[in-house]
């Protein structure tokens, strides 16, 4: 289902929902795209919110369409749950690395005039998404030629059970494995260490 949200002179915004088979369910994003000319396409960056928030927040709190008209370039905002956008050890229909890798990659090429390519495409994020953006660039150098983060919790993988903070701890058992033995592929120090993009 796509809906267009509004329009002006600089930019349009739209809102799209298609059935994901790595969540089981619909993913829905937001896309901002500036005014094109009928043969122009334009790079693409991909903008994961934190936790607590989602595309309306981000657009509601920032100035993110007024830069996608003055960079020409087309932002893709997706809500992405609770997710820390990885494929989660413990729950199921929550492979989001998946869906943000492929899936919505696919589908935002299929319907936005987007170029192609690592070199054309970013991935950023705030918070949750900071986390998301840095560590799907590690792991897909293929796809993301920039990732960048406001705030990421980079600790995530390697914070201890606390009674206080029950439901972040359960959390981030069921994404991420409750022993730390297991985390290691989500940890975004280790995917450093290990990358061959840098």
Known sequence: MVTQVSANNSVGVTDVHFYSESIGGLL???????????????????????????????MQHSAVGKLASIHRLIVILPEAEFSYYV???????????DAITRELRADVEMRFPVQRGRQHTGIAGISMGGYGAV???????????????VSGPFDITQRKA??????????????FGVRPSVRHDEDVFDLLRNSKSV
């Open 87 to 97: 494929n989660a050890k413990h729950r199921w229909h929550s492979r989001w690395e």
């Open 135 to 149: 560590s799907l660039g590690l792991k897909h150098p293929d796809l993301y030629g920039f990732a960048g983060t």
């Open 162 to 175: 606390s009674l206080r903070r029950w439901g972040q701890t359960w959390r981030i058992w069921t994404i």
């Open 28 to 58: 829905w994003y937001r896309a901002i795209a500036p005014k094109l000319s009928p043969s122009e396409k334009l790079p693409v960056l991909y903008l994961l919110h934190g936790i607590n928030s989602g595309p309306i927040e981000i």
